[in-house]
């Protein structure tokens, strides 16, 4: 018999997300009158798509999966990605300032992020904005770039706090040298948007340190302020530091279909001078075999003006949704942030315990929300709300939350 992985063994808990539909099927088991219309649980939980894909950009699926119907227009393995979507990508977010080569597409920004873990490997540090996305945490600990835990986090990880003290942003003094930051803005889970002066500031930090910053713009088609950046790329100096991953899930419902990518400038060098890129593309011939060709088709389709055109109109729905559910709580007395720019609601609920809550508002409410203890220590006391649902269960669920 052979011996546990002692990476996997570090692990504390289960994975957030899992959890959370654990507990809810177990509540409903408990709980006949889930079943009923009254009673039935409404998810603002997992940010998971509701709505169907808008018909411009669906036509593009559907005519990926047509096309491999016939002799003429037949694709098997496009392991790099379609030169067309990787071109089209880099003009519409980037104004084509990076090569096809330096464009790579995934099937979603989640398994880029293993991935990227992967090619960083076990010896490089981890920080992470908490609270943060766990995936970043628990997969560092995955492949042993992160120690067990201990007190209210892994060992290995530098936790650098963002609360409504420091503006959701992070003290970077405490930025260790030579380590992956993770940095996601539109930050899940608070919602908060880095302005440009502090990408400028985490830059100018990452470059001191000789840290890589790995960005996770994956809402930032949810940023309706013009002044706030999209992409780490708008500030001068990221190329040499940062990598961004983003994703079509979020934009145009994709989460199920599977599409996103990554930017790894050649710019970006080890401390050795050896190609990041290089080693990307070593690490992704090895591991992937690309995307779906009838996703990428579906991408395609998103680019154009039409296709952005029902990106606008989809953030445009949920973030009506995230102003539905900030009013509600406002309304009840709840300190909460977020939603203007992202489809997340941070709610504050002083000197309690999140698990606590979250069971309150499932059991009093039927209503499922995430804990903000699950994506880090800096969350405990809070609540995130999902702004991903369908109109009517979203405000069905606003009347609900007036029980609190
Ligand atoms: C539940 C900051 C959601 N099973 O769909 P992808 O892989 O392109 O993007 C995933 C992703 C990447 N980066 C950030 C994200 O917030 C997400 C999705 N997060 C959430 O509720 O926090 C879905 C979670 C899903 C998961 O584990 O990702």
Redesign the pocket.
């Known amino acids: 018999m052979i011996s546990r992985n002692p990476c996997i063994a570090n692990i504390k808990a289960g994975?957030?997300?899992?959890e959370i539909a654990r507990r809810r099927r177990e509540f409903a088991a408990a709980h006949p009158d889930t079943a009923s219309p009254e009673g039935r649980i409404i998810s603002l939980?997992?940010?998971?798509t509701t709505e169907p894909i808008l018909p411009h950009i669906n036509a593009g699926l559907v005519g990926g999966a047509e096309a491999l119907g016939s002799v003429e227009t037949y694709s098997g393995y496009q392991d790099d990605g379609l030169l067309e979507l990787r071109e089209k990508i880099s003009a519409v977010f980037y104004r084509g300032r990076f090569g096809a080569d330096e464009v790579f597409i995934?099937?979603?920004?989640?398994?880029?992020?293993g991935r990227l873990q992967l090619l960083f490997g076990a010896s490089t540090p981890a920080a992470v904005q908490d609270p943060?996305?766990?995936?970043y945490v628990d997969g560092s600990v995955l492949i042993g770039a992160a120690g067990g835990w201990e007190g209210l986090g892994y060992r290995g990880v530098t936790y650098l706090p963002c609360t409504a003290e420091n503006g959701y942003f992070p003290d970077l003094t405490k930025l260790p040298a030579g380590c992956v930051l993770y940095f996601?803005s539109p930050?899940?889970?608070t919602g908060a948007v880095a302005s440009r002066e502090q990408l400028a500031a985490l830059v100018r930090a990452a470059v001191e340190k000789g840290a890589i910053i790995i960005f996770?713009a994956?809402?930032s088609e949810y940023i309706r302020d013009p002044a706030l950046p999209r992409s780490i790329y708008e500030i001068e100096g990221a190329c040499a530091c940062a990598i961004e991953?983003?994703?079509?899930?979020?934009p145009a419902g994709?989460?199920g279909v599977?599409?996103?990518w990554s930017v790894v400038p050649k710019e970006l060098k080890y401390s050795g001078g050896e190609s990041v890129n290089a080693d990307w593309i070593r690490v992704c011939g090895t591991i992937f075999n690309g995307a779906s060709n009838i996703a990428q088709a579906g991408g395609l389709a998103a680019l154009d003006d039409e296709g952005l055109g029902e990106i606008r109109k989809l953030t445009d729905f949920y973030l009506g949704n995230a102003k539905l559910i900030r009013t509600a709580l406002r309304n009840l007395g709840i300190t909460c942030v977020g939603g203007d720019n992202s489809p997340?609601i941070w709610a504050k609920f002083p000197g309690r315990d999140s698990w606590e809550v979250f069971s309150e508002i499932l059991e009093k409410c039927r209503v499922l929300t995430?804990p903000g203890s699950g994506f880090g220590p800096a969350g405990q006391g809070f609540i995130?709300f999902?702004a991903?649902g369908h109109r009517a269960d979203v405000e069905e669920a606003c009347r609900r939350l007036a029980v609190l």
């Not at 995934?106 to 992020?113: E, F, L, P, Q, T």
């Open positions: 994975y957030l997300f899992p939980g997992i940010g998971n995934s099937d979603g920004a989640k398994c880029d992020i943060s996305y766990p995936v996601c930050n899940n889970p996770d994956a809402y991953v983003n994703s079509f899930s979020k994709f989460t599977r599409l996103g997340y995430t995130r999902s991903f």
